[in-house]
């Protein structure tokens, strides 16, 4: 029996997009993803029905339409006339017509032709279920989008980010599009061939830097409005942050300077406040080590099988280590991640197996967080216990949170937080300073840098209603001249 070809009756040309696996953290976003088709296993035996589409996937563009769908139904293998055949529609895709559901009886081949599909303007991923009886089958559908990117900045900038319809929102004023990286300028001159990418970062002078690895092993270090860096690293490389690469257990530099071989495992790398890259590492020997672009190594004072943390801390068996091999605490059972403060002092936050929490910070004493046994240590000096938020010196900052955004210390040293209640009030907690409520709609979900979202409509704290129709979002950061910022897409209409 023949099948019609599936067809599409938008021009524009299909985009391929990178595998789920290549698209990183740092982001804040989840890229639609093409799942396999569930078809009812044929049946062998006579007078058994089975269902089964005639794609696993159907593939469409933003404001188009899919044609040649259609659903077969057998009856011991053979086609089967006369079957009552539903099938729905998932995702915000319609038939022609507008619903959501089709229901018709198989004709003498067994199949049900389908209306065309009617792809919707924010494209995405559907699901297409027809139903027989006890009797379903399954197959995806998957399209790109018409959106358009922005770059918002407070206070109250917006930039239209120049790049294609469509593009994925990264950190640091960057896009991909298909497989081609572009800034929010609309420059893409830099990769048209990305396989990976680290998260993007933020250098100390205020450049936007970003790591890809190309389709064909090549590795790049793209600085916006500069020089792009060819790294001197061997082709297949996985960018980390902060300029380094690693392969087959060799941690490299962009330089090119092989950094260590036999490497079992890296934090997620780091800038310091002089502009030094850093990562640490544990080698496959146990041993652990600093590694400072430009500067010499340092063989971390700590045990053997160490986990590196960020900020140059260490972890093992519940001991907690700076790399100069001062033993910071013992039965730790949990820890934020670690940071280095606008004054380049290291920290990170723990709770302990007798449930006391701690600050520790590298060369300083450290603190005895003001805080209930048995809190949660967050990001900048912040703690949660059974929805109450308290900063380490023991202000009750809040009671009856829901939601958090990670915590960040902005560029004049204060410890940020953004918070949602349970009467859906949103707020900015900064120690030392006023609290803000933030002039948001109830409900609203905090994101990072004082951005906050709902249904929607993104917001800055201050009430400004920055944009609406948002499909997607970077995790915002703070600029270095003190400005909020985040990227994000819209949606455009039909």
């Not at 099948?3 to 989840?30: C, H, K, N, Q």
């Not at 380490?392 to 560029?411: H, K, R």
């Amino acid at each position: 029996m023949s099948r019609d070809p599936e067809t599409s009756a938008a021009s524009s040309p299909r985009v391929s997009t990178p595998s789920r696996r290549t698209i990183l953290t740092g982001a804040a976003w989840s890229v639609p993803v093409i799942a396999a088709a569930s078809i009812a296993p044929m049946a062998s035996a006579s007078g058994v029905t089975a269902l089964a589409f005639n794609q696993s996937t159907y593939n469409g563009t933003a404001c188009g339409t899919i044609t040649g769908a259609y659903v077969t139904v057998t009856e011991g293998g053979v086609p089967k006339a006369g079957e009552s055949v539903t099938v729905s529609l998932s995702g915000g895709y319609t038939f022609s017509g507008g619903s959501t559901t089709n229901t018709e009886v198989s004709g003498p081949d067994g199949r049900v032709n389908l209306p065309a599909i009617v792809v919707p303007a924010a494209g995405g991923p559907a699901t297409l279920t027809g139903t027989s009886g006890s009797e379903t089958a399954t197959a995806a559908i998957s399209a790109t989008s018409n959106s358009a990117a922005y770059v918002y900045r407070t206070p109250g900038q917006t930039s239209t980010a120049s790049v294609p319809a469509g593009s994925i929102p990264l950190n640091a004023g960057w896009f991909l599009y298909g497989t081609t990286l572009y800034d929010w300028q609309g420059n893409h001159n830099y990769s048209s061939d990305v396989l990976s990418y680290s998260p993007g970062w933020v250098y100390t002078n205020g450049t936007n830097h970003i790591a890809v690895t190309t389709s064909t092993g090549q590795n790049y270090i793209f600085r916006q409005g500069g020089a792009t860096i060819t790294p001197a690293v061997p082709n297949g490389s996985t960018p980390l942050n902060s300029g380094y690469f690693l392969k087959n257990g060799t941690l490299y530099h962009w330089e090119g300077n092989q950094i260590a071989t036999n490497v079992a495992a890296t934090s997620t790398g780091w800038t310091y406040t002089n502009g030094v890259d850093q990562i640490a590492a544990r080698l496959s020997d146990g041993k652990s080590y600093i590694y400072r672009y430009g500067q010499s190594t340092i063989t971390a004072s700590v045990p053997d099988g160490s986990t590196p943390l960020d900020a140059g801390y260490f972890l093992k068996n519940g001991t907690l280590y700076h790399w100069e091999g001062n033993q910071t605490a013992t039965n730790v059972t949990a820890t934020s991640t670690g940071w280095t403060y606008t004054n380049g002092v290291d920290q990170i936050a723990v709770r302990l197996n007798n449930e006391k929490s701690y600050i520790y910070r590298y060369g300083q004493s450290t603190i005895t967080a003001s805080v209930p046994d048995g809190s949660t240590p967050l990001d900048a000096g912040y703690f949660l216990k059974n929805g109450t938020l308290y900063h380490w010196e023991g202000n009750q900052t809040a009671t009856n949170v829901t939601a958090t955004s990670t915590g960040w210390t902005y560029t004049n040293g204060v410890d940020q937080i953004a918070v949602r209640l349970n009467n859906e009030k949103s707020y900015i907690y900064r120690y030392g300073q006023s609290t803000i409520t933030a002039s948001v709609p109830d409900g609203s979900t905090p994101l990072n840098a004082g951005y906050f979202l709902k249904n929607g409509t993104l917001y800055h704290w201050e009430g400004n209603q920055t944009a609406t129709n948002v499909g997607a979002t970077s995790t915002g950061w703070t600029y270095t001249d003190g400005s909020d910022q985040i990227d994000l897409t819209k949606p455009q209409s039909c």
